[in-house]
T-cell receptor, first 115, second 114 residues
Framework: AQKITQTQPGMFVQEKEAVTLDCTYDTSDPSYGLFWYKQPSSGEMIFLIYQGSYDQQNATEGRYSLNFQKARKSANLVISASQLGDSAMYFCAMRENQGAQKLVFGQGTRLTINP | DTAVSQTPKYLVTQMGNDKSIKCEQNLGHDTMYWYKQDSKKFLKIMFSYNNKELIINETVPNRFSPKSPDKAHLNLHINSLELGDSAVYFC?????????????FGPGTRLTVL
């Protein structure tokens, strides 16, 4: 069964530093998608970045990049030059292309950026 | 120009009442979803519809009934509300029903059952 694990309940980072949010996953499906979402205190779920299991290169979207290590089954989110507005909950999620085809979320990591 | 919208944003009601949450997407997507986020922020899928057809129905009490009148709308009706139903409910949509399709979420509806 597919599973997503985020081992960092909370992280504190100084403004302008880079931060890495960890995510490991487990699946037997060779084809799957990995997603990161941001949930600020206002509550909405904002899509950040996507990585397909067959993508050869790590995904990047502005200050966000995904460090995809397929053999280790990890999909860490890297935020460069952190800003105060980056303070939020961050969720890693995975969806298999076969099997149950559900988007399954990790427990989330609460990121706090200090000025 | 909101992509996925939900109404109402907040819903406070008494135990035993029946309530509905509406969702609309203007992205032209074929697939829509309902998720529940509990007090510990854990998100879990409840239902998904593809072209108005029910695809996923998780182990949700049958007091919860989704209805999709057309591809752009997916409503959630809840009968006989219980205290444990208090949560944030998110609607989402994706272009198709594939693992590679990004799901875009609505703003959420915070349901409080007293």
């Amino acid at each position: 069964a597919q599973k997503i694990t985020q081992t960092q309940p909370g992280m504190f980072v100084q403004e302008k530093e880079a931060v890495t949010l960890d995510c490991t996953y487990d699946t037997s499906d060779p084809s799957y998608g990995l997603f990161w979402y941001k949930q600020p205190s206002s509550g909405e779920m904002i899509f950040l970045i996507y990585q397909g299991s067959y993508d050869q290169q790590n995904a990047t979207e502005g200050r966000y990049s995904l460090n995809f290590q397929k053999a280790r089954k990890s999909a860490n989110l890297v935020i460069s030059a952190s800003q105060l507005g980056d303070s939020a909950m961050y969720f890693c999620a995975m969806r298999e292309n076969q099997g149950a085809q559900k988007l399954v979320f990790g427990q989330g990591t609460r990121l706090t950026i200090n000025p | 120009d909101t992509a996925v919208s939900q109404t109402p944003k907040y819903l406070v009601t008494q135990m035993g009442n029946d309530k509905s949450i509406k969702c609309e997407q203007n992205l032209g997507h074929d697939t829509m979803y309902w998720y529940k986020q509990d007090s510990k922020k854990f998100l879990k899928i409840m239902f998904s519809y593809n072209n108005k057809e029910l695809i996923i129905n998780e182990t949700v009490p049958n007091r919860f009934s989704p209805k999709s009148p057309d591809k752009a709308h997916l409503n959630l009706h809840i009968n006989s509300l219980e205290l444990g139903d208090s949560a944030v409910y998110f609607c989402a949509s994706s272009r198709a029903d594939r693992g590679t399709d990004t799901q875009y979420f609505g703003p959420g509806t915070r349901l409080t059952v007293l």
